[in-house]
Protein backbone atom coordinates (compact mmCIF):
# COMPACT_ATOMS: atom_id res chain seq x y z
CA UNK A 1 0.00 0.00 0.00
CA UNK A 2 1.55 3.48 -1.03
CA UNK A 3 2.34 6.05 1.81
CA UNK A 4 -0.65 7.97 1.63
CA UNK A 5 -1.08 11.65 3.35
CA UNK A 6 -3.95 13.15 4.13
CA UNK A 7 -4.92 16.42 2.31
CA UNK A 8 -8.01 18.99 2.80
CA UNK A 9 -9.68 20.34 -0.04
CA UNK A 10 -12.47 22.58 -0.33
CA UNK A 11 -13.12 21.93 3.09
CA UNK A 12 -13.17 18.12 2.36
CA UNK A 13 -9.97 16.13 3.65
CA UNK A 14 -8.33 13.04 1.19
CA UNK A 15 -5.47 10.46 0.95
CA UNK A 16 -3.23 10.87 -1.97
CA UNK A 17 0.08 10.27 -2.22
CA UNK A 18 3.09 12.41 -1.82
CA UNK A 19 3.51 13.47 -5.32
CA UNK A 20 -0.30 14.14 -5.85
CA UNK A 21 0.17 16.69 -2.74
CA UNK A 22 2.74 18.10 -4.15
CA UNK A 23 1.12 18.79 -7.99
CA UNK A 24 -1.82 20.12 -5.81
CA UNK A 25 -0.22 22.58 -4.05
CA UNK A 26 1.78 23.63 -7.30
CA UNK A 27 -1.19 23.98 -8.70
CA UNK A 28 -3.14 26.17 -6.23
CA UNK A 29 -0.64 28.12 -5.85
CA UNK A 30 -0.28 28.84 -9.27
CA UNK A 31 -4.06 29.48 -9.03
CA UNK A 32 -3.31 31.96 -6.15
CA UNK A 33 -0.81 33.88 -8.49
CA UNK A 34 -3.31 34.13 -11.30
CA UNK A 35 -6.27 34.98 -9.65
CA UNK A 36 -3.88 37.95 -7.96
CA UNK A 37 -2.72 38.75 -11.23
CA UNK A 38 -6.02 38.97 -12.57
CA UNK A 39 -7.12 41.37 -9.92
CA UNK A 40 -4.16 43.53 -10.53
CA UNK A 41 -5.12 43.40 -14.63
CA UNK A 42 -8.52 44.51 -13.32
CA UNK A 43 -7.84 47.45 -11.52
CA UNK A 44 -5.64 48.87 -13.92
CA UNK A 45 -8.31 47.84 -16.67
CA UNK A 46 -10.65 50.10 -14.52
CA UNK A 47 -7.96 53.40 -13.86
CA UNK A 48 -7.58 52.87 -18.18
CA UNK A 49 -11.41 52.55 -18.52
CA UNK A 50 -12.08 55.65 -16.13
CA UNK A 51 -8.84 57.57 -18.09
CA UNK A 52 -10.78 56.88 -21.77
CA UNK A 53 -13.79 58.67 -20.39
CA UNK A 54 -12.01 61.05 -18.76
CA UNK A 55 -10.60 61.75 -22.03
CA UNK A 56 -13.58 61.44 -24.11
CA UNK A 57 -15.55 64.07 -21.47
CA UNK A 58 -12.93 66.01 -22.24
CA UNK A 59 -13.16 65.77 -25.98
CA UNK A 60 -16.51 66.44 -26.00
CA UNK A 61 -15.78 69.96 -23.74
CA UNK A 62 -13.36 70.86 -26.43
CA UNK A 63 -15.77 69.64 -29.34
CA UNK A 64 -18.64 72.43 -28.19
CA UNK A 65 -15.88 74.98 -27.00
CA UNK A 66 -14.77 74.81 -30.94
CA UNK A 67 -18.31 75.04 -31.73
CA UNK A 68 -18.88 78.18 -29.76
CA UNK A 69 -15.34 79.37 -31.17
CA UNK A 70 -16.60 78.76 -34.38
CA UNK A 71 -19.99 80.64 -34.31
CA UNK A 72 -18.19 84.19 -32.79
CA UNK A 73 -15.72 83.93 -35.40
CA UNK A 74 -15.72 87.41 -36.98
CA UNK A 75 -15.70 87.54 -40.68
CA UNK A 76 -14.30 90.99 -42.56
CA UNK A 77 -16.95 93.04 -42.45
CA UNK A 78 -17.61 92.60 -38.59
CA UNK A 79 -13.38 93.41 -37.46
CA UNK A 80 -14.11 96.07 -40.10
CA UNK A 81 -16.52 97.64 -38.57
CA UNK A 82 -15.16 97.27 -34.93
CA UNK A 83 -11.68 98.74 -36.31
CA UNK A 84 -13.91 102.02 -37.38
CA UNK A 85 -15.82 102.10 -33.91
CA UNK A 86 -12.82 102.30 -32.16
CA UNK A 87 -10.82 104.74 -34.62
CA UNK A 88 -14.18 107.17 -34.38
CA UNK A 89 -14.04 106.64 -31.09
CA UNK A 90 -10.24 107.51 -30.38
CA UNK A 91 -10.97 110.25 -32.81
CA UNK A 92 -13.09 111.48 -30.88
CA UNK A 93 -11.60 111.48 -27.55
CA UNK A 94 -8.03 113.11 -29.33
CA UNK A 95 -10.51 116.24 -30.26
CA UNK A 96 -11.91 116.37 -27.11
CA UNK A 97 -8.87 115.77 -25.26
CA UNK A 98 -9.42 112.94 -23.23
CA UNK A 99 -6.23 111.00 -21.99
CA UNK A 100 -6.73 107.55 -22.98
CA UNK A 101 -4.82 104.49 -21.20
CA UNK A 102 -4.37 101.37 -22.38
CA UNK A 103 -6.44 99.89 -19.28
CA UNK A 104 -9.78 101.63 -20.82
CA UNK A 105 -11.98 99.55 -22.90
CA UNK A 106 -14.31 101.68 -25.45
CA UNK A 107 -16.95 102.16 -22.96
CA UNK A 108 -14.70 104.08 -20.88
CA UNK A 109 -13.36 106.15 -23.60
CA UNK A 110 -16.96 106.96 -24.77
CA UNK A 111 -17.38 107.84 -21.02
CA UNK A 112 -14.58 109.97 -21.01
CA UNK A 113 -15.73 112.32 -23.94
CA UNK A 114 -19.01 112.32 -22.75
CA UNK A 115 -18.05 114.28 -19.56
CA UNK A 116 -15.90 116.32 -21.25
CA UNK A 117 -18.20 117.64 -23.43
CA UNK A 118 -20.79 117.00 -20.42
CA UNK A 119 -19.23 117.69 -16.83
CA UNK A 120 -22.52 117.19 -15.57
CA UNK A 121 -23.54 113.89 -17.47
CA UNK A 122 -24.66 110.81 -14.87
CA UNK A 123 -23.38 107.61 -16.53
CA UNK A 124 -23.48 104.99 -13.64
CA UNK A 125 -25.70 102.18 -14.12
CA UNK A 126 -26.52 103.56 -17.80
CA UNK A 127 -26.50 100.41 -20.62
CA UNK A 128 -24.63 100.57 -23.97
CA UNK A 129 -27.58 101.43 -26.08
CA UNK A 130 -28.04 105.19 -23.69
CA UNK A 131 -23.51 105.68 -24.12
CA UNK A 132 -23.51 105.00 -27.82
CA UNK A 133 -26.75 107.92 -27.95
CA UNK A 134 -24.93 109.97 -25.53
CA UNK A 135 -21.63 109.33 -27.11
CA UNK A 136 -23.24 110.67 -30.37
CA UNK A 137 -24.47 113.46 -29.04
CA UNK A 138 -21.14 114.46 -27.81
CA UNK A 139 -19.57 113.94 -31.07
CA UNK A 140 -22.36 116.52 -32.30
CA UNK A 141 -21.31 119.08 -30.11
CA UNK A 142 -17.59 118.43 -30.62
CA UNK A 143 -18.37 119.20 -34.56
CA UNK A 144 -20.48 122.50 -33.61
CA UNK A 145 -17.36 123.98 -31.21
CA UNK A 146 -14.86 123.08 -33.73
CA UNK A 147 -16.85 124.87 -36.79
CA UNK A 148 -17.12 121.75 -38.61
CA UNK A 149 -13.54 121.40 -39.23
CA UNK A 150 -12.59 118.26 -37.93
CA UNK A 151 -14.14 115.00 -39.86
CA UNK A 152 -17.58 113.72 -39.53
CA UNK A 153 -17.01 111.46 -36.46
CA UNK A 154 -20.27 109.91 -36.51
CA UNK A 155 -20.62 109.16 -40.37
CA UNK A 156 -19.15 105.75 -41.49
CA UNK A 157 -15.49 105.88 -40.62
CA UNK A 158 -14.57 104.65 -43.94
CA UNK A 159 -12.04 107.22 -44.97
CA UNK A 160 -8.85 107.48 -42.51
CA UNK A 161 -9.02 109.97 -40.00
CA UNK A 162 -8.46 113.41 -40.04
CA UNK A 163 -4.82 112.95 -38.20
CA UNK A 164 -4.10 110.62 -40.94
CA UNK A 165 -4.49 113.04 -43.87
CA UNK A 166 -2.98 115.84 -41.81
CA UNK A 167 0.07 113.65 -41.60
CA UNK A 168 -0.44 112.78 -45.17
CA UNK A 169 -0.21 116.35 -46.11
CA UNK A 170 3.18 117.23 -44.18
CA UNK A 171 4.84 114.24 -45.25
CA UNK A 172 3.89 114.81 -49.11
CA UNK A 173 5.09 118.78 -48.04
CA UNK A 174 8.55 117.38 -46.96
CA UNK A 175 9.03 115.27 -49.66
CA UNK A 176 8.25 117.98 -52.23
CA UNK A 177 10.69 120.32 -50.34
CA UNK A 178 13.50 117.57 -50.65
CA UNK A 179 12.99 117.00 -54.31
CA UNK A 180 13.13 120.54 -55.06
Known sequence: MPDL?????????????????????KAKDRNDELESENKTLTLDKTKVEAERDGFKDRIDELEKELETAKSKKLDEAEIKAAVERRVKILDAAHVAKVEVTDSMDEVAIQKAVIISIYPNAKLDDKDAVYIDARFDGAIDELERRNDGKMRELNSDASDTSSLAKEAHKKMVARLEKKEA
Open 5 to 25: KKYKLDGVEYEAEAPVITALN
